[in-house]
Every structure is written in C-alpha cells, then in structure tokens.
C-alpha cells in the first residue's frame, strides 16, 4: 500500500467516524453522548495521524490526540490552535481496559 493510500485511508476512516457522530447526535433520543463524543475523538485522532503521515513522520501507538496534536505543532504552528481541545479528548479515547458490566 503506497504512502498516498495509507493517507487516504486514515481519512476515510475519519470521515466515518464524523459521519457515525453526526448520526447518532441528529437521530438519536435521548443523545447517547459519551459514545458521540468517542466518534468525534476518534475523527480528530484519525485526521492528525493522515497529517503526520502526509508529513512522513511515524505514527506513534497512541489514541492521544494531544500528543499527536503536539507532534502536529512541530511541522505547523496553527495546530497549537487545537491543542487544548485536543488534550481534553483523551477521555474519549478507546480505553485498554473494557468496563465491568454487572
């Protein structure tokens, strides 16, 4: 798979997750939020990661959108302009370990 596909497919994904978010939040009732917010961080972690590929930079194993944002920052300083929100995702982000259901 070249460089240009591997990037394409980062932000296919992306477009998923946004167009999952934006689903659930114009359909659903009551709005399942933590699930719309995961979507939305997974949108935002996808995106930074075709931007670092895009930029021949490694991908770090990481759903850490902060610091993917921080590594953005490195090759652009407009995305210090996200940083914050960025940093606040990681609540969002997929977990290593799966919630105990009773």
């Keep these: 798979m070249s460089e240009h596909d591997i990037i394409r497919e980062w932000l296919k994904i992306a477009y998923d997750d946004y167009d999952s978010a934006l689903y659930l939040f114009e359909n659903k ?6 699930i719309i917010c995961y979507h939305c961080q997974q949108a935002v972690e996808k995106s930074l990661k075709a931007f670092l ?3 021949g ?9 902060g610091l993917l944002c921080q590594r953005c920052t490195e090759l652009d300083a407009k995305f210090t302009d996200f940083q914050e ?3 606040e995702m990681v609540v969002y982000a997929a977990q290593q370990q799966q919630p105990k259901i009773y």
Aim: charged fraction near 30%.
């Design 53 to 55: 590929c895009a930029n």
């Design 57 to 65: 930079i490694d991908i770090p194993k990481t759903h850490d959108a």
């Design 29 to 34: 009732i009551p709005k399942p939020l933590e």
């Design 85 to 87: 929100a960025c940093d």
